[in-house]
């Protein structure tokens, strides 16, 4: 992989050396990933690979590797029954090196090459088999946005692009006007479009902005909360809220589902602000979060809904 990494390769092998970059970005070098069980030393690189201890032995005789006149040489070209098979460009004695060629001498001693074929093992899995899913959960452990991501509800009723939606935001990953300048991107200005006295992130796009904050206090109102609106101060927040709301499993659902549909439209709202100039006002907001929940409740399983009326009135009228 090193190797390869070093050449200029195209289709397949491009990609994988250019994963290899990404992880590095990350600062996890793909190397330390894998390990090699040796048995006949034929499908193991000496310098590169790492099939004795935990690095490569070209990190860990750097010199030593530079005298190498074979730098892609196999494990079976260079360990012996006896005497191991060394070919320097120049002997190491004359550089010094006497020290680093008795140090790597000992580490191969007791190396005994047998028939079979060398195996590779994932050192990320107990198993040793790799798995895109266990990388993924390292790059997540190392780099995790949000240091306290709430568990997000998959709900039947909720359409997959808003789950998604929930997930990003909740992780603050929405492209928002402070979240585009971190990332180096120009942008006219980073007020929030609505209420133009705070900076544009997602916390207080969909929870702390005023216009959020009366939408969600009509909602309350709407599903009959009260004292909760003080409590509820990021994205987090209501969606742990939300998870954890009720006694009765049906109306926690139904209270998530709802949730999520008047965090998703408030993030339209702010688009279309923005985008298209269009204003809306809490009223408006408030019947389209209604309509929208109430058709993904009664058009994706529930068709015992109560009716339009109904459901206007209260959001449990049926339960």
């Given at each position: 992989?090193?190797y390869?990494?070093?050449?200029?390769?195209?289709?397949?092998?491009?990609?994988i050396s250019?994963?290899?970059?990404?992880?590095?970005?990350?600062g996890?070098?793909?190397?330390d990933?894998?390990?090699?069980?040796?048995?006949s030393?034929?499908?193991?690189?000496?310098?590169y690979?790492?099939?004795?201890?935990?690095?490569?032995?070209?990190?860990?005789?750097p010199?030593?590797?530079?005298?190498?006149?074979?730098?892609?040489?196999?494990?079976a070209d260079?360990?012996?029954?006896?005497?191991?098979?060394w070919?320097?460009?120049v002997?190491?004695?004359?550089?010094?090196?006497?020290?680093?060629?008795?140090?790597?001498?000992?580490?191969?001693?007791?190396?005994?090459?047998?028939?079979?074929m060398?195996?590779?093992?994932?050192?990320?899995?107990?198993?040793?088999?790799?798995s895109?899913?266990t990388?993924?959960?390292l790059?997540?452990?190392?780099?995790?946005?949000c240091?306290?991501?709430?568990?997000?509800?998959?709900?039947?009723?909720?359409?997959?692009?808003?789950i998604?939606?929930?997930?990003?935001?909740?992780?603050?990953?929405?492209?928002?006007a402070?979240?585009?300048?971190?990332r180096?991107?120009?942008?006219?200005?980073?007020l929030?479009?609505?209420?133009?006295?705070?900076?544009?992130?997602?916390?207080?796009?969909?929870?702390?902005c005023?216009?959020?904050?009366k939408?969600?206090?009509?909602?309350?109102?709407?599903?009959?909360?009260t004292n909760?609106?003080?409590?509820?101060?990021?994205?987090?927040d209501?969606?742990?809220?939300?998870?954890?709301?009720?006694?009765?499993?049906?109306?926690?659902?139904?209270?998530?589902?709802i949730?999520?549909?008047?965090?998703?439209?408030?993030?339209?709202f702010?688009?279309?602000?923005?985008?298209?100039?269009e204003?809306i006002?809490?009223?408006r907001?408030?019947?389209c979060?209604?309509?929208?929940t109430?058709?993904?409740?009664?058009h994706?399983?529930?068709?015992?809904?109560?009716s339009?009326e109904?459901?206007a009135?209260?959001?449990f009228?049926?339960?």
């Amino acid at each position: 992989m090193e190797y390869l990494s070093s050449k200029k390769s195209v289709g397949v092998w491009n990609s994988i050396s250019n994963t290899k970059k990404s992880l590095g970005n990350l600062g996890i070098e793909i190397h330390d990933l894998f390990g090699i069980n040796i048995k006949s030393g034929n499908n193991a690189l000496f310098w590169y690979d790492h099939w004795i201890g935990d690095n490569s032995l070209k990190s860990k005789y750097p010199n030593l590797f530079e005298l190498e006149s074979q730098k892609r040489c196999r494990v079976a070209d260079r360990v012996g029954s006896r005497n191991h098979k060394w070919k320097w460009k120049v002997r190491p004695a004359t550089r010094g090196l006497e020290s680093e060629v008795n140090d790597l001498n000992r580490d191969v001693s007791n190396v005994q090459l047998k028939s079979g074929m060398d195996q590779w093992r994932c050192n990320l899995s107990s198993d040793g088999i790799f798995s895109v899913a266990t990388v993924r959960q390292l790059v997540d452990k190392l780099h995790t946005v949000c240091s306290v991501a709430p568990a997000i509800t998959w709900n039947k009723f909720i359409p997959i692009k808003v789950i998604c939606l929930m997930w990003r935001a909740a992780q603050l990953r929405i492209p928002t006007a402070t979240a585009l300048e971190r990332r180096g991107i120009a942008v006219s200005s980073t007020l929030c479009c609505s209420c133009i006295g705070s900076p544009e992130c997602a916390d207080h796009v969909l929870i702390n902005c005023p216009f959020a904050h009366k939408i969600r206090s009509y909602i309350w109102s709407w599903c009959g909360l009260t004292n909760v609106q003080d409590s509820i101060k990021t994205i987090s927040d209501l969606i742990q809220f939300a998870s954890n709301w009720g006694e009765n499993i049906k109306k926690r659902q139904r209270f998530i589902v709802i949730c999520y549909g008047m965090l998703c439209n408030l993030w339209r709202f702010r688009n279309k602000r923005l985008f298209q100039m269009e204003g809306i006002s809490v009223h408006r907001g408030l019947e389209c979060i209604k309509v929208m929940t109430f058709y993904w409740i009664k058009h994706r399983g529930d068709k015992k809904i109560c009716s339009w009326e109904d459901w206007a009135i209260s959001s449990f009228y049926d339960l």
